[in-house]
């Protein structure tokens, strides 16, 4: 008897083993029943981004709630950082066989959901992008191509050299821009300095290289983008968000008035309403 306890306990920790290690670019936290969504967070957040919006959407959907490599309790992994990541999330999806998930995707989030619908758009029902862009380098660079971003650069030695507290100053400035909930600011930071160094500096530069301007266009489902506008002129935003989408054809951009980039935070409200519209159609 005491030897077949024995071999059971090995068989569960054996199955568990294999099962959290079948894809390594992300953990997932899999909540309530129905039609698939995968929610992606953005840049440096993790899963709990989404929590209010989990709670909503899990009532009729199962949601599939991920957090990335070096961010959170999520170990890192070698580059390529955001490849992998692309990767994992397919092998993830047919393991699964999830028949046509919604993505809900912010900031990073919504550029890795243009990738792999770009990819392969007939696997998934819908994207939702909210505040995300097919080109991040493009709004940063002038004359953007990704030749022309570096992983060797003086700022991104500078951030692996960064103390612990020049390094929380700098994520408290940043975090201040991102949304206008005082509370939610502070929850941004401790999410900055949990990142591993590596994954945030390397990371952010293979999203700076990612430009899916021309490859939307195969993208044949309905993609729902949310602009954020708050520190910027409407106009502005609408020519950005006009020229970066150009080139998909099946979309509808959503201009969100006093938001800032973490729309979920700053009109909460109103997107979990816009939420419940789109995924329930």
């Known amino acids: 008897m005491q030897t077949f306890r024995k071999l059971i306990v090995l068989f569960t920790v054996f199955v568990s083993y294999t099962v959290q290690s079948q894809e390594t670019a992300f953990q997932v936290e899999v909540i309530g029943k129905g039609d698939p969504i995968l929610l992606f967070p953005g840049f440096s957040c993790t899963a709990d981004v989404w929590d209010e919006t989990v709670k909503e959407l899990s009532k009729t959907h199962e949601c599939h709630v991920f ?38 995707g912010h900031s990073m989030g919504g550029s890795l959901a243009l990738w792999l619908a770009s990819s392969n758009s007939n696997v998934y029902k819908q994207l939702i992008i909210v505040d995300g862009l097919a080109s991040i380098g ?52 401790d999410w900055m300095q949990q990142a591993d160094r590596k994954t ?65 935070f700053d009109q909460a409200k109103w997107f979990q309403g816009q939420l419940q519209k789109l995924v329930t159609n």
């Open 138 to 189: 493009a709004l940063m660079i002038p004359n953007f191509s990704p030749e022309k971003v570096s992983y060797e650069t003086p700022f991104a030695k500078q951030q692996l050299a960064m103390d612990d507290g020049a390094f929380k100053q700098m994520a408290t400035q940043m975090a201040a821009g991102m949304t206008m909930n005082k509370e939610k600011q502070s929850l941004i930071v």
């Open 67 to 104: 957090t990335f490599a070096g961010f959170g309790n999520v170990p890192a992994i070698d580059s390529p950082w955001l490849e992998t990541i692309k990767n994992d999330v397919s092998k993830y999806v047919a393991r699964k066989k999830l028949a046509k998930p919604t993505i809900i």
């Open 200 to 264: 945030y500096v390397y990371g952010y530069i293979d999203l700076l290289k990612l430009d899916l301007r021309e490859d939307i266009q195969k993208i044949k489902i309905p993609v729902t983008i949310m602009a954020a506008i708050s520190y910027y002129p409407k106009p502005q935003v609408e020519k950005l968000y006009s020229e970066q989408y150009q080139k998909l054809v099946n979309k509808e951009i959503i201009y969100v008035e006093n938001s800032a980039h973490f729309i979920m």
